[in-house]
């Protein structure tokens, strides 16, 4: 079997309720969202984008693991397909 990687980008809509003095602008509390220093009021996801997919081997798929998961970098190439690899096929519901 070959490997697929397809890289998503998700959309979330994220709503922020902040207290700003009343002789301050409000467009000032802006800074506090964008320093993520504000709690999340809600959050909707609004949908995954595929931006990019291509085919690649085991070298290149171990290479990204580690890349991205510092944390388990013990990991052998067996145990990232055993459980991070999706199978083909999917069944109906959608899991493996």
Not at 11 to 17: A, P, W
Not at 37 to 58: M, N, P
Request: proline residues 3%.
């Amino acid at each position: 079997m070959k490997q697929v990687l397809v890289e998503t980008v998700s959309t979330f809509r994220e709503r922020y309720v902040l207290e700003v003095p009343d002789d301050v602008d409000n467009i000032h509390g802006l800074d506090t969202v964008t320093c993520e220093e504000a709690e999340t009021f809600s959050s909707i996801h609004l949908g995954e984008h595929i931006v990019s997919y291509r085919e690649i081997d085991d070298e290149e798929m171990m290479s990204l693991y580690l890349e991205n998961n510092r944390d388990y970098g013990g990991w052998n190439i067996n145990t990232v397909k055993e459980v991070l690899v999706t199978p083909w096929p999917l069944n109906a519901a959608g899991e493996k």
